[in-house]
């Protein structure tokens, strides 16, 4: 069964620069049919999405948030993150990281989530 | 960006009752749509994809259908477990956008 786990600090500082990973059990990391991504939930922007990433380092960012975020992959640990830079209040909301399924060569279609992990409340503030 | 619009924002049904979510793209996303089901205090879960493919371990009562850049997703036979906000999401150009969701209310 495949689990994701996040992880970071839950309150950061304005200007400051969130943090956090997911640790993926249950399944590698290295599939070739799986991307991953980072997605939040926020009252007031609803569903947004982050960015994605794929096992050979291929991202793809929103770019509404592209100039602050950058995501990395850690085949060894089977683990992914995500980094987003000089935060405001406008960016506390639920960080969930999410599996994507995907198909050709080198995942050239990023398809739909399948699974979510629990998410994680952030708040900036300080 | 490709804007999606669901409708109505909230549904209230009877138990055994059906309801029919619709989820309006601003741009051509052919299949590209997947609809999501979100308890609270729970992350989405993924109900159907490809706008018509239901996903592992999802009730026959859940269906998608789509109709140029209207799709919709119809629920058979309302259970109360079933009480919760649905989200479309168009994945067919970057960036990956969501509807603003559709609560519904079993009552």
């Known amino acids: 069964q495949l689990q994701l786990q996040g992880s970071g600090p839950g309150l950061v500082k304005p200007s400051e620069t969130l943090s956090l990973t997911c640790t993926v059990s249950?399944?590698?990391?290295?599939?070739?049919?799986?991307?991953w991504a980072w997605i939040r939930q926020s009252p007031g922007r609803g569903l947004e999405w982050i960015g994605n990433i794929y096992y050979s380092g291929r991202t793809h960012y929103n770019p509404s948030l592209n100039s602050r975020v950058s995501t990395s992959v850690d085949t060894s640990k089977n683990t992914f993150s995500m980094r987003l830079t000089s935060v405001t209040a406008a960016d506390t909301a639920v960080y969930y990281c999410?599996?994507?399924?995907?198909?050709?060569?080198?995942?050239?279609?990023?398809?739909?989530?399948?699974?979510w992990g629990q998410g994680s409340l952030v708040t900036v503030s300080s | 960006e490709i804007v999606m619009t669901q409708s109505p924002a909230t549904l209230s049904v009877s138990p055994g009752e059906g309801a029919t979510l619709s989820c309006r793209a601003s741009?051509?996303?052919?299949?590209?749509l997947a609809w999501y089901q979100q308890k609270p205090g729970q992350a989405p879960r993924l109900l159907i994809y490809g706008a018509s493919s239901t996903a592992t371990n999802i009730a026959a009562r859940f269906s998608g259908s789509e109709s140029g850049t209207e799709f919709t997703l119809t629920i058979n036979s309302l259970q109360s477990e079933d009480s919760a906000i649905y989200f479309c999401?168009?994945?067919?150009?970057?960036?990956?956008?969501f509807g603003g969701g559709t609560k519904v209310e079993v009552k």
């Open positions: 999410v599996r994507g399924i995907c198909s050709g060569y080198n995942c050239y279609d990023m398809l739909h989530f399948d699974y």
């Open positions: 999401q168009q994945f067919h150009t970057w960036p990956f956008t």
């Open positions: 741009q051509y996303i052919k299949n590209n």
């Open positions: 249950g399944d590698s990391i290295s599939g070739p049919d799986y991307y």
